[in-house]
C-alpha cells in the first residue's frame, strides 16, 4: 500500500476510536466493513465487548465514510478493478489495526437483518495464543 494510503488508514483508525456512538459500548474489539454498491455505501460492524458479546453497531456522522472513499481512491491502480470492499479490525487495549480488502464479492461480510449472527460471529477477532 502506498504511503498516503497508509496515512488514511491510521486517520480511518482514529476517527473510528474517537467516534462518539462507536464509544458508547466498552469494547475490546471493532471491527467496522465499508460496502460500496453503485449508488450506495454502507459502514456498519461490531463492538466486541470484553464478555464476548457482539453489539451490532456502526460509526456517527460521514467522516467514516468520506474516509473509506478516500482510501478507496487513493489505492486504485490503473486497469485493475477496485475493492469493493473493505474491513476494519482494532484492538482498543493495543491499539493495533488491521484492513483487509475484498475485490470480487461486495457481500462477502455482508451484516444485514438476515446475516447479523452469523456475521458477528465470522468476523469475530480470533484470540491470541
Keep these: ?11 480511518l483508525g482514529s476517527l473510528l476510536m474517537e467516534d462518539g456512538d462507536l464509544l458508547a459500548n466498552p469494547w475490546e474489539h471493532l471491527v467496522i466493513v465499508a460496502q460500496f454498491r453503485p449508488l450506495s455505501i454502507k459502514v456498519n460492524g461490531f463492538a466486541y465487548l470484553a464478555n464476548g458479546k457482539a453489539i ?4 456517527s456522522g460521514v467522516a467514516v465514510t468520506k474516509k473509506f472513499q478516500e ?3 487513493a489505492t486504485k491502480e490503473p486497469a485493475k478493478d477496485v475493492w469493493q470492499a473493505a474491513m476494519v ?4 487495549s493495543s491499539g493495533s489495526l488491521s484492513i483487509d480488502f ?5 457481500d462477502k461480510w455482508l451484516i444485514s437483518p438476515a ?6 460471529e465470522a468476523l469475530r477477532p480470533t484470540a491470541k495464543a
Design 1 to 11: 500500500m502506498r504511503a498516503d494510503a497508509d496515512d488514511l488508514v491510521q486517520e
Design 56 to 59: 451490532p453497531t456502526s460509526p
Design 71 to 73: 482510501l478507496r481512491e
Design 89 to 92: 479490525k482494532i484492538e482498543k
Design 102 to 106: 475484498e475485490y470480487d464479492n461486495p
Design 115 to 120: 446475516t447479523v449472527k452469523r456475521m458477528a
